[in-house]
């Protein structure tokens, strides 16, 4: 937990603000932020988005005061509470540490209306202003509930009570939840969250939805969860790459950002292409001009060399016009981000794909698994951490073997996993190689044949800056963007997807959302993300909470 306090002890209320103008930070040579303007206000509700490596996190922190930008000004007023991705745990540290960081202001505040009280029955000169100053910052802080307030939060995120318990004790997911906990009952002017519904159940989402909701100050996330971001934000800030280079700021919620992001979207996409059809028209005139210069202004045979004489200024005139007319026309707009582009697999319509009988894996997969699935068939996988989701997934997958139980990939089927997590590759590979080994790969066990080479562009996964990074040095999106581009490199009949919304932006998830629901494959999902559940609602579900047979 970071406690932050931009304007003395006492909280601001209304007043509360962070204003920040014309940031810029570089890191490692590398400009991650530039021309960022916004405010932050005690009413905010506020959204930073964009891919993986887009400085969301380093904004939060600009904004927060913990970095300090190379050019730009921050102003502050108030008191801002910032809970990071990470906790590290402290030796002697325990939850009570926590716990007492998040009360310390209403307690501070509460002694000094004491004292404040006791002058004033004292008879203590300017004792009345004293204690009317006292009594507001303790109202404003709501001090006498500060305790019950972490008390709650601590409750209703399944947190660690016991304020005696070592933090070193706890899993990062069990310290993460009291740090928050401890944040929304502290009563800060302005909340700043890095993906706070990380390690976070269903009942723990849903609380703490409605204390953003409801936190009588300023709010601050940056997140991929969807549900979230449509619950709670009312402005966006996009930093993901614009037709001017700025970052964009919309309000209307989630409906208006998304509905905005479309209109620029498709409108860059039109100057785009509208500025590279003329230029390819300039071009063309120049190399159409230098053709007549070199062959198609010469007469008809039989004529003189005079005529050639007299019409040859006039060509070059042509052509210096055509070159002086493309060097003048200036490509200003530049490439726009690329849409997912599903390919046609080629699936054999509903030939049978799978069959899963009687699947348990010791300690993993307690509850036996029997299941059948065709071509095109879809499956929602849902259930508790701890469940085996993903133990099942692997099994189907054929990566794990079943305690007991068989599965069988029919006809030749060809199923393929998208683990949660990228495989180990070598990090100084670039896409395209990396690519190409595993397509060589599949091509050379006869999974693949020639004419079923997909071309790593064809998705539009991976932009030219990521096709120019070594893979040890992708963002975590990025490496995921490359994993599914890998996984439908092996057109499968049969696409089996682990949390498949992890380090992917809002946007992305929606367009692999539809093409899930779209493609000839059949898919089985497993997720917890909470829009991805409700967009596949419809889908046939299988709990491994319950006895789970699905023919």
């Known amino acids: 937990m970071s406690e932050l306090h931009s304007a003395g ?27 960022v303007s916004v405010t932050v206000s005690a009413r905010s509700r506020l959204a930073i988005v964009g891919e993986n490596g887009r400085g969301k996190t380093t904004l939060l922190h600009v904004l927060a005061g913990v970095i300090t930008p190379e050019q730009g000004t ?24 926590l716990v007492g960081a998040a009360t310390r202001e209403s307690r501070r505040a509460l002694r000094a209306l004491d004292r404040a009280a006791t002058a004033l029955t004292e008879g203590v000169r300017g004792a009345d202003d004293a204690y009317a100053a006292a009594l507001d910052a303790a109202t404003r802080l709501d001090a006498w509930d500060a305790e019950r307030r972490v008390d709650m939060a601590l409750a209703g995120l399944d947190a660690c009570t016991d304020r005696q318990r070592p933090l070193s004790t706890l899993s990062v997911g069990q310290r993460y939840r009291v740090r928050l906990a401890c944040l929304l009952g502290a009563r800060y002017d302005l909340l700043m969250l890095d993906e706070p519904t990380n390690h976070l159940d269903a009942a723990s989402l849903t609380f703490l939805t409605g204390r953003l909701r409801d936190h009588p100050g300023g709010v601050v996330v940056v997140t ?26 919309s309000a209307g919620g989630y409906a208006g950002w998304q509905e905005g992001r479309r209109r620029e979207r498709d409108r860059w996409e039109r100057d785009y292409e509208a500025q590279q059809v003329e230029h390819q028209r300039l071009a063309d005139a120049v190399t159409e001009a230098q053709l007549r210069l070199s062959t198609g ?20 005139q042509a052509l210096r016009r055509r070159q002086e007319d493309l060097a003048a026309h200036r490509l200003t707009v530049p490439e726009p981000p690329l849409r997912l582009r599903w390919p046609d697999l080629g699936i054999r319509g509903r030939s049978p794909v799978l069959r899963c009988t009687e699947v348990t894996v010791t300690g993993r997969l307690r509850t036996p698994v029997t299941l059948s699935l065709d071509g095109a068939d879809r499956l929602l996988l849902t259930g508790p951490n701890g469940a085996g989701k993903s133990t099942l997934l692997a099994v189907l997958a054929k990566e794990l073997t079943p305690s007991t139980g068989e599965v069988d ?121 909470r829009q991805m559940l409700a967009d596949l609602a419809d889908w046939p579900t299988l709990s491994l909470a319950d006895p789970v047979e699905v023919v």
């Open 409 to 529: 990939h029919l006809a030749r089927a060809r199923v393929t996993l998208l683990g949660q997590e990228v495989p180990a590759w070598p990090p100084t590979l670039l896409a395209h190689e990396l690519y190409d080994r595993h397509v060589g790969h599949l091509q050379t066990r006869g999974r693949l044949g020639e004419h079923e080479r997909l071309p790593l562009t064809a998705t539009q996964l991976l932009d030219r800056e990521a096709l120019r990074t070594p893979v040890g040095r992708m963002s975590q999106g990025q490496q995921r963007r490359l994993n599914l581009a890998l996984r439908l490199a092996e057109r499968p009949d049969l696409l089996l997807l682990d949390e498949p919304t992890n380090h992917l932006s809002a946007p992305l998830v929606d367009e692999l959302t539809a093409a899930l629901r779209q493609t000839s494959a059949a898919v089985v999902v497993a997720t917890h993300d």
């Open 9 to 35: 002890r006492l909280p601001a209320g209304h007043r509360a603000h962070v204003r920040a103008d014309g940031v810029r930070v570089v890191r490692g040579g590398r400009v991650v932020l530039s021309e």
């Open 297 to 316: 202004w010469r007469p008809e045979k039989g004529h003189g060399k005079h005529q050639r004489q007299s019409r040859a200024p006039g060509v070059v």
């Open 74 to 97: 921050v102003d502050r007023a108030g008191t801002i509470g910032l809970a990071e991705q990470g906790l590290p745990a402290y030796d002697g540290e325990t939850v009570g540490t």
């Open 224 to 249: 991929h969860d969807r549900a979230l971001l449509r619950d709670v934000a009312t402005e966006f800030l996009d930093l993901d790459p614009s037709e001017d280079g700025r970052p964009r700021l």
